[in-house]
């Protein structure tokens, strides 16, 4: 059974930095595609990056709202999916998940949250203006 644990949300004013990470056990994290979500109260989530699974090509996704702002990495040695998220902006407040699924390709298409079977239990990432 996969894990998922994220940290690092938080309370940045806008144009400031923070650095989430997704910390994954239970199975071997290279064979899982790893998304970050977000969910503003009343909304349904969104998907704003993912990362796949190195096994096939570890290519990315970003939505447009984010591209240029955040990027994903991962450390191998630690089972961990980080995302740098840089020059935020007050519309990035949100829950963050992220989420596996294992071998899921990366295309060009959002991730939708009904294809990801297992999810952390989110950080709060807060923007003030």
């Known amino acids: 059974q996969v894990q998922l644990v994220e940290s690092g949300g938080g309370l940045v004013q806008a144009g400031g930095s923070l650095r989430l990470s997704c910390a994954l056990s239970?199975?071997?994290?290279?064979?899982?595609?790893i998304a970050w979500f977000r969910q503003i109260q009343g909304k349904e989530r969104e998907c704003v990056a993912a990362?796949?699974?190195?096994?096939?090509?570890?290519?990315?996704w970003y939505g447009d709202s984010v591209k240029g702002r955040f990027t994903t990495s991962r450390d191998n040695a630690k089972n961990t999916l980080w995302m740098q998220m840089n020059d935020l902006k007050p519309e990035d407040t949100a829950m963050y998940f992220c989420?596996?699924?294992?071998?899921?390709?990366?295309?060009?298409?959002?991730?939708?949250?009904?294809?990801?079977?297992?999810w952390g239990q989110g950080t709060q990432v807060t923007v003030s203006s």
């Open positions: 239970g199975r071997p994290f290279s064979m899982y595609t």
């Open positions: 990362n796949g699974n190195i096994d096939i090509d570890g290519s990315t």
């Open positions: 989420a596996a699924a294992p071998f899921r390709p990366i295309t060009s298409e959002q991730p939708q949250a009904t294809d990801f079977g297992s």
